[in-house]
């Protein structure tokens, strides 16, 4: 393969499950293959095969293809038998080449299940942890959920092998434990972990120290959009003499109330909120106000994305690792989509340009 397609490099150490003397195609020209079509609109493994063979002859200015495109058993049987630990390691290895996290990037971490996943109709999907770095519009990683475990045991695991020093890494309420907080402070940066009931001892005082401690710094944010008004106010207590524990959290050095109005401007309806976050900075409201309204970018940036754009929620891949490898290659895909744009069309649209236009799948290969 030429230099042009120098952003699927780290697909060369991926190892292939195959025996040699079964191998008709590459897995290199599998994965290359799989990863344009994914980029300009295929959704499933057939969508794949179809889209091979309408652009093998411009596929073949780059791969080797003797026994031409595979078929849809292939694609399915070869990218499901990959091992999704080392496909992921890949991946994070690109990211770490291409991304320049700064000082102060907001890293999201939130968890996502793929609705459509289940295998036998008991309710198991397939459910993954991701990492989102919100100023490089860019997914850092991504961590499977073990079947009867939950996103306490897959968080410590994703961010042990990101790049994250400087960073302040925000997780909802599942996220918001000691250990958690120690891997990131471990990792060099600060956190930003939501407090909620499921620690209703923890969260009882948190909520009372706002009643009698003075506060070190608040902050009002102000916003319009979609139909609502939004006001948010940020308090900031570094007092923490009302946290019997708060040794035992590593570098906890502030707690947070969020409290939010919206107003639907059309139906004139008003909803109240109050969030409370602990939190190893020790800066201004603003500061932290900024970046906990930054963390939501996951959802709007990357989960939703994938749903509407790349039908992901309704993703019926069961085959062994199907769900999961899938579900990395519509994210890579993503991640070339979004910084690769030329112009304000949405997700969706440039997929269909990648598809209708070789020059402009090229240019967005070639951005990374």
Known sequence: MTKTTSAIDFFSSVTDPRVERTQKHSLESILFISLCAVICGAESWNEIEDYGNAKVDWLERFLYLPNGIPS??????????LD????????????????ELTDGEVVAIDGKCMRGSSDDGTGTYT??????????????GQEKVAGKSNEITAIPKLLRILELKGCIVTI????????????????????????????PEMKGRVADSFTYIKPSSE???EGKSHGREETRACTVITNLENILDRDKWPGLKSIV????????????????????????LE????????????????????HWTLDVAFGDDASRKQKDNGAQNFSL?????LNIIKNAKVSSMGVKGHRKKAGWDNDYLLYALKSF
């Open 72 to 81: 849809h058993d292939t694609f399915n049987r070869v990218i499901s038998s």
């Open 84 to 99: 999704p630990k080392e496909l992921n390691d890949s991946f994070v290895a690109w990211t770490k080449s291409i991304a």
């Open 127 to 140: 459910h993954l942890v991701s990492a989102w770095a919100s100023a490089n519009n860019l997914l850092l």
């Open 172 to 199: 909802d309420a599942m996220g918001c434990q000691k250990e958690i907080a120690k891997v990131i402070i471990e990792r060099g940066a600060d956190y930003i972990l939501a407090l909620k009931g499921n620690q």
């Open 219 to 221: 902050h009002v944010m």
């Open 257 to 280: 109330r969020i409290e939010s109005r919206t107003k639907d401007i059309k139906k004139g309806t008003v909803h109240k909120e109050t969030r409370y976050y602990l939190s190893s």
């Open 283 to 302: 800066t201004d409201a603003q500061y932290i106000n900024h970046s906990i309204r930054t963390h939501w970018s996951v959802e709007n940036q990357l």
């Open 329 to 333: 290659l519509n994210r890579i895909g």
